[in-house]
Structure formats: structure tokens, C-alpha cells
């Protein structure tokens, strides 16, 4: 595997890194880009179509590359061998099936082991922990998951996972990497309430609160504990510091991350099941990034017990809004997590993660740190 940064955000910048990467005879790119970079369909179909390897990724609100953050540019990861890949369309339709979806793939997608499934999605759409919860259940345990949410801190949906025909939104996009992992996922968010049931809710939208409105509960509690007051203009200036965090049998709260109200309802980035109970979270920089350096002991723990090399390389998938809230510390994070390995990655809007071991799921505010052998030779098969 190869690792290219690219700081520029002009598409001639990334036709030559393209160019240059596809000449050293790699067989897929791995395209990691800034949202701020700006690129439209129209700016990078050309770019893709002309690279002469399949171009597959997504646009992020930041990428990361050896322990920095970029705001604009992109990484370019390149791998020996054609990726197999598929996208799943319709990832806020109601009317589409993920478990029909994912029957339909090719019967040796089910009997590979020993593999690293990258799953990029719209983390904007309506429906991600229904489809990743299909993942766990149709492909299982045998593999390790890691990916997250493209998108954009505007929080508008847009087209923003790249694939070998051009960017595609409210979609998933599935990557074999042929490769072996291990998984670290933490986030040092800590309960500051007691248990709040969800009364009524409709996929990411909390309407009821212990049968109140769900923001007429919510914001009290935040007001007391953090000295500031909600304003029309600053719900996520202070929501950010104050997510929400439901159990999961025999894990770690699985954190969601408020983004904005709709009148009385709150919208979080995944869905919170109605009748769930959920409790108001806080963190502190210490906390996180105490909670960045287990997520990396975890990972190097589980690397050890698979394998009797070094690893190869760390990917990263960290979330947007430990940036805004860390700030300058972000940078004591990105280097504990690091520790010397080459690092890819991104900040998405949530995580999606497992060990091989417990269930899958889609995080916000968590930090998923994979470590990765060196590519293994293994015949692919491209699936659209």
C-alpha cells in the first residue's frame, strides 16, 4: 500500500497525484477528500473515469494524514490489488430492504474470512444503523468493519462517496480490503443524567423525552450543568459538548451526537430507537484523549493476538465533533492514537466499527482506530 497527501484543493492538483499514483501499478485508489475542497460530480467524474484503476472514497469534513488534520485536500491510498466493491442505494428509503440488498451479492462475498470490510455511507441519511445492523447479520463476525460517514459540517446531504462512476449520496458504499485488522473504539464520554426513555421517535428524530418534548427535557439539563443558555443560533456550539448515550448488551455507551431541533424534536446523526433509554453525556479534553490512548492499547492488544509481525499501517476513522470540541488538543490525540505508524484516515460525521468479536454499530463522537497488516494476494472480483 501506498500513502499520498495531497494539501492542494484544485482538481489539477489531484488529476497529477492520481496520475502519479496509477503509474507506480496499483490496482484501486482509496480517495479520502475534504469537503471544503468544494468538488462537484461534475469536477471529479472526469478525473475518476480517466484515472485507469477504480477511484473509490468519500468527501469528509476533514482527512487525516501522519498524525495532522486537513481541512482542504485529500489522501491518496493506493493498493496492489482491484478492490472489490459494491453500493447500496437508498440509505434514507423506506421502502428499500438492506437484508435483500446485501442476498444479492455474489456467494463468495459470504465465504471470505480472515478480510477488512471499509464501509463508507452518506452520514446524513436516515437509515444507517438499520443497514448497518443488516451488515452484522448477513456478513457477521468473521471480519472486522471500519468507516464512517462522508458529508459536510453544513448539513446538507449531498453527493459524497466517490465511486468508479462518480459521487453518489443517501448510499453506502462496501469495500473489501484485502487485508487483516485489528480494532480499538473509545470515546471518554461520560453520563451526567440519570436514564431518559425515548417515548416517541422516528429514525434519527427524537420527538419525546419521558413523554415531554424532547428538547424541553434536553435543554435544562444542559443549561444547569454547563452555565450556557440555548439561543436560536447556538444549539450545536453547546450540543456538541453534550451528546447522547444509550447501552448496548455488552459494550460501551454507544454515543449519538445532536445536531439540530426541529421545533420541540431532535435530530442526531443515526437513529435512536423509540422505547430505548438514553442518557446526556459529557467530556472532558482529558478524558478523551485518556480514552484515545486505551482505544490505541486495545487495538495493538487485539493486532498481537493475530498476528506475529508488526502492523503495517493505522486507518483512523475519528468524528468531526471531537475536533470542535478538543480544538488545538485534537493534535495530543491524532499523535497517541498514531504512535509512529503511518496514519490514514478521516473525521466523519459518526463511526461505524466492530472488533470480530461484539456487534456491529454505527458511533458519533468515537474515535475507531484500525491497524492493518500489508496487503495479502488474493484473486478479486469487482462487484457494482
Keep these: 500500500m501506498r500513502i499520498s497527501l495531497i494539501e492542494s484543493d484544485k482538481i489539477p492538483d489531484l488529476q497529477a497525484g492520481i496520475r502519479e499514483m496509477a503509474s507506480q501499478g496499483v490496482g484501486s485508489i482509496l480517495l479520502l477528500a475534504c469537503d471544503d475542497n468544494g468538488w462537484s460530480d461534475n469536477d471529479l467524474t472526469p478525473v475518476i473515469k480517466s484515472a485507469g484503476v477504480p477511484v473509490l472514497g468519500g468527501?469528509?469534513?476533514?482527512?487525516?494524514?501522519?498524525?495532522?488534520?486537513?481541512?482542504?485536500?485529500?489522501?491518496?491510498?493506493?493498493?496492489?490489488?482491484?478492490?472489490?466493491?459494491?453500493?447500496?442505494?437508498?440509505?434514507?428509503?423506506?421502502?428499500?430492504?438492506?437484508?435483500?440488498?446485501?442476498?444479492?451479492?455474489?456467494?463468495?462475498?459470504?465465504?471470505?474470512?480472515?478480510?477488512?470490510?471499509?464501509?463508507?455511507?452518506?452520514?446524513?441519511?436516515?437509515?444507517?444503523?438499520?443497514?448497518?445492523?443488516?451488515?452484522f447479520f448477513n456478513l457477521g463476525l468473521e471480519h472486522n468493519y471500519i468507516g464512517g460517514g462522508a458529508g459536510s459540517l453544513s448539513f446538507i446531504q449531498k453527493p459524497c462517496l466517490i465511486t468508479p462512476e462518480g459521487l453518489r449520496q443517501d448510499a453506502a458504499l462496501l469495500i473489501r480490503l484485502p487485508v487483516e485488522s485489528a480494532l480499538g473504539v473509545g470515546h471518554g464520554w461520560v453520563p451526567i443524567s440519570e436514564p431518559l426513555k425515548v417515548t416517541e421517535s422516528e429514525r434519527n428524530r427524537i420527538d419525546t423525552l419521558e413523554w415531554q418534548p424532547a428538547f424541553s427535557v434536553y435543554r435544562p439539563l444542559v443549561e444547569e450543568y454547563s452555565g450556557q443558555l440555548f439561543q436560536n443560533d447556538n444549539f450545536f456550539d453547546i450540543a456538541k459538548a453534550y451528546p447522547l448515550g444509550f447501552s448496548r448488551l455488552d459494550s460501551d455507551l454507544v454515543v449519538r451526537?445532536?445536531?439540530?431541533?426541529?421545533?420541540?424534536?431532535?435530530?442526531?446523526?443515526?437513529?435512536?430507537?423509540?422505547?430505548?433509554?438514553?442518557?446526556?453525556?459529557?467530556?472532558?479534553?482529558?478524558?478523551?484523549?485518556?480514552?484515545?490512548?486505551?482505544?490505541?492499547?486495545?487495538?495493538?492488544?487485539?493486532?498481537?493476538?493475530?498476528?506475529?509481525?508488526?502492523?503495517?499501517?493505522?486507518?483512523?476513522?475519528?468524528?468531526?465533533?471531537?475536533?470542535?470540541?478538543?480544538?488545538?488538543?485534537?493534535?495530543?490525540?491524532?499523535?497517541?492514537?498514531?504512535?509512529?505508524?503511518?496514519?490514514f484516515g478521516a473525521f466523519t460525521l459518526g463511526e461505524i466499527a466492530n472488533n470480530g468479536q461484539e456487534y456491529l454499530e454505527f458511533y458519533n463522537k468515537t474515535a475507531v482506530l484500525g491497524l492493518l497488516s500489508d496487503e495479502k494476494e488474493q484473486p478479486g472480483l469487482e462487484v457494482k
Design 59 to 135: 468527501t469528509f469534513p476533514q482527512v487525516i494524514h501522519a498524525a495532522n488534520n486537513y481541512q482542504r485536500g485529500c489522501v491518496l491510498i493506493g493498493f496492489d490489488q482491484k478492490l472489490e466493491y459494491t453500493l447500496i442505494e437508498g440509505l434514507s428509503d423506506p421502502d428499500v430492504n438492506y437484508d435483500i440488498a446485501l442476498q444479492a451479492l455474489p456467494e463468495s462475498w459470504f465465504e471470505m474470512t480472515e478480510n477488512t470490510w471499509m464501509v463508507w455511507v452518506d452520514g446524513l441519511a436516515s437509515r444507517i444503523a438499520e443497514m448497518v445492523e443488516a451488515l
Design 257 to 343: 451526537d445532536p445536531l439540530m431541533c426541529h421545533g420541540e424534536s431532535m435530530i442526531c446523526v443515526g437513529e435512536v430507537a423509540e422505547g430505548s433509554f438514553l442518557r446526556v453525556l459529557h467530556g472532558t479534553p482529558e478524558s478523551l484523549i485518556a480514552a484515545a490512548s486505551e482505544v490505541r492499547d486495545a487495538a495493538e492488544s487485539a493486532f498481537a493476538l493475530k498476528s506475529s509481525e508488526p502492523p503495517h499501517l493505522a486507518c483512523l476513522i475519528d468524528c468531526i465533533s471531537r475536533v470542535l470540541f478538543l480544538e488545538d488538543a485534537i493534535q495530543e490525540e491524532l499523535a497517541v492514537l498514531s504512535r509512529g505508524l503511518p496514519l
